[in-house]
């Protein structure tokens, strides 16, 4: 019998040992919950500026395909044909020899909006803006809008 009981003793003890402690497991969670408050947003920081460097490549795309255009059209897309001129023949044209994108379509910006194209522009003969984030005019931060003109556009 003595020989039964320490072998139930000895289950107790093993069952004790083995596993984690809930106090322990708690720990390592608030851990891991600290690290993730720190490096959390740095790394939402860093897609947020990935977003707007391919909006500005984005932009300076349309701007070389755009300037293909004008060498064999003679002048930039009209505000109403837009950058589509530079996918599909726009309807007054005679001489074309797109498409200029690569895709054959006008792509969407980083954000999933469409592009405005302008023309005339203030600045020059026309201008692309990304509306950034919110898909808005003005903002600030990843909200801003991006042009062409390299500064943040803003209309009235």
């Given at each position: 019998m003595t020989l039964h009981v320490e072998t139930r003793g000895r289950r107790?003890?093993?069952?004790?040992?083995a596993g984690f402690t809930l106090v322990a497991m708690l720990v390592v969670i608030a851990i891991i919950g600290l690290i993730m408050g720190l490096v959390g947003p740095r790394v939402l920081n860093y897609l947020g500026d990935s977003k707007v460097k391919a909006a500005k490549l984005q932009i300076e795309s349309f701007s070389s395909s755009l300037d293909l255009f004008y060498l064999d059209v003679g002048r930039y897309p009209t505000g109403s044909e837009g950058l589509?001129?530079?996918?599909q023949r726009p309807g007054n044209?005679?001489?074309?020899?797109?498409p200029y994108l690569k895709t054959g379509a006008v792509p969407t910006d980083p954000w999933g909006h469409i592009y405005v194209y302008r023309a005339p522009a203030e600045r020059g003969p026309y201008e692309i803006v990304s509306l950034g984030s919110d898909g808005q005019e003005g903002g600030t931060g990843t909200?801003?809008?991006?042009?062409?003109?390299g500064a943040a556009a803003s209309r009235p």
């Open positions: 107790a003890d093993r069952r004790a040992e589509s001129a530079l996918a044209t005679t001489i074309w020899n797109g909200a801003a809008d991006i042009s062409n003109d």
